[in-house]
């Protein structure tokens, strides 16, 4: 009989562990207890499968495989207890949290959306654009829903002259990254900060064109909120290769490489302070309107303490009536937006959202929230360790079993079928769009994917040749960079798995 390992960790314990990042210190483990394996020897389908990966996928690569029926017999069990870096699989936890937890989802979001206020002195008022966690807030000229021009209305239409402008995204803690994110992803749009005052997915948006000729230096468009560097160069054929640079916390940009005659190519820059972007928008917005703005863009921020760690309450200090405030549109949308395409920003706020229930907002308090759900769904605490909500953190660990544990769970939830409708649908939608299409699985795959350094997952449900309905997840660790794809070795094995189930 084989035996797995299971860690029996306290309270306090996980409390410790988030205060350290999620590292537990090897003088403080809990004692080893021994559990036995409920699955028998390996069957003949579980050594194909096994032999499969091996083969598609080359040496080097660490895989972790369970499939299982819907009531937990397992049909392949592939180092189901070993614990993965599970990268965008997190969401599937905070996602069923938001589900289980933030309310009606099916109903406007109004309790997060942007307001704007005016606060009087002996000199021109100044502008507070407060934000309360809505992940949708628009400043474009094409907004129609969410829009930050409607604020920018209701402060022009009160006041023709302004002094200061301040971004205030003291609703969570100033925590704009998780910890275990790579410095180098922060400059992307898919590791920008984090904020209660998001406008744009926290994206600055660079586009790049060639000039009139080859060897001319390309054409560059971008907001005059950072300096751009531009060293690119046009192309008369072959493929554009662009790219950028910006160190955390500078406000120079370089852009680099080169850009095809004929072609167009636009970039996503992460923000570091979001807040101040989103004041440094209404600004301009204002100035356009005709007001006058007397002072200067500024923030305020809410610098992270020991009741965000441990849990602490802390006492609300209600908010000035605004003058103007929006409303977001039903949560449901935003959390069908952020599964089907791994949207990283959009469940953080989810987790700050969760830590808003009894806490202050912050991470760990929203961590706190999702293990209480996986206690409830009986995932033992050493199988799981989480950094941030999104699974860009290299700290997050899961084991295979006990993800099929909760996906289980989750299915007989009030709210599980429409959670699992979020998710994207193999050769269909989202991040899986690609994936199990013209195959027996196209649109009978609904599940999560995950990639982050030598990392792909992909946990969820699938039907199979006979019509039953399988529940699985999958991880591929430590992938060699010149390894053959091991997300094309997953995907087939599933259709094997599909095809005798």
């Not at 046009?234 to 680099?256: A, C, H, K, Q």
């Not at 303490?305 to 549109?329: F, H, I, N, R």
């Not at 993800?403 to 193999?426: I, K, N, Y």
Request: with cysteine.
């Amino acid at each position: 009989m084989r035996i797995r390992q299971a860690v029996a960790a306290g309270a306090a314990m996980a409390a410790l562990a988030l205060a350290q990042g999620g590292v537990v210190h090897a003088e403080t483990q809990p004692s080893i207890i021994a559990v036995p394996d409920t699955r028998s020897a390996a069957s003949p389908l579980e050594d194909r499968i096994a032999a499969l990966l091996r083969e598609l996928a080359g040496p080097g690569t660490r895989f972790g495989l369970v499939v299982a029926t819907m009531d937990g017999q397992e049909i392949v069990s592939i180092a189901p207890d070993e614990r993965f870096i599970p990268a965008s699989n997190t969401k599937i936890f905070t996602t069923a949290a938001a589900f289980a937890h933030l309310g009606d989802p099916m109903v406007p979001d109004a309790a997060t959306g942007a307001s704007v206020r005016l606060e009087r002195g002996s000199g021109p008022p100044t502008v507070v654009l407060a934000g309360h966690g809505d992940a949708r807030l628009s400043g474009k000229a094409d907004c129609t829903q969410d829009c930050l021009s409607t604020l920018a209305d209701a402060v022009a239409a009160e006041a023709r002259v302004v002094g200061d402008i301040i971004g205030d995204d003291t609703a969570f803690p100033d925590e704009r990254w998780g910890g275990g994110w790579s410095w180098n992803n922060l400059q992307a749009r898919y590791g920008t900060a984090t904020s209660a005052l998001t406008i744009d997915d926290n994206m600055l948006q660079i586009t790049v064109r060639p000039g009139d000729h080859a060897g001319a230096a390309a054409l560059v468009e971008a907001p005059d909120y950072w300096t751009v560097e531009n060293r690119a160069t046009t192309i008369g054929s072959g493929s554009s290769n662009i790219m950028y640079e910006r160190l955390p916390g500078s406000d120079m940009v370089r852009i680099y490489g080169t850009i095809t005659m004929g072609s167009e190519e636009t970039l996503g820059l992460g923000l570091t302070d979001p807040a101040h972007y989103a004041a440094w928008q209404l600004r301009r917005m204002l100035v356009s309107r005709g007001v006058r703005v007397r002072g200067d863009v500024r923030t305020r921020h809410r610098p992270s303490s020991l009741a965000d760690v441990v849990g602490a309450q802390v006492q609300q200090v209600p908010e000035p009536e605004p003058l103007a405030k929006l409303t977001p549109g039903p949560l449901i949308q935003d959390l069908t937006v952020t599964s089907k395409v791994s949207q990283n920003l959009h469940t953080e706020l989810l987790l700050r959202r969760l830590g808003s229930i009894r806490g202050t907002g912050s991470a760990a308090q929203g961590l706190a929230v999702v293990t209480a759900m996986l206690d409830e769904a009986k995932v033992p605490r050493w199988a799981y360790d989480f950094a941030d909500g999104s699974g860009m953190s290299s700290y997050n660990r899961v084991a295979p079993r006990h993800v099929v544990t909760f996906l289980r769970w989750a299915a007989q939830q009030p709210w599980g079928a429409a959670w699992r409708q979020t998710l994207p649908v193999g050769g269909v939608d989202g991040t899986l769009a690609s994936r199990f299409r013209e195959t027996p699985l196209q649109g009978k795959v609904f599940a999560k994917t995950g990639s982050l350094n030598a990392t792909n997952a992909l946990s969820g449900y699938f039907t199979t040749a006979s019509g039953q309905t399988l529940v699985f997840s999958s991880y591929a660790n430590d992938v060699p960079s010149e390894a053959p794809s091991a997300t094309a070795a997953v995907d087939a094995v599933l259709l094997e798995i599909a095809a005798q189930s």
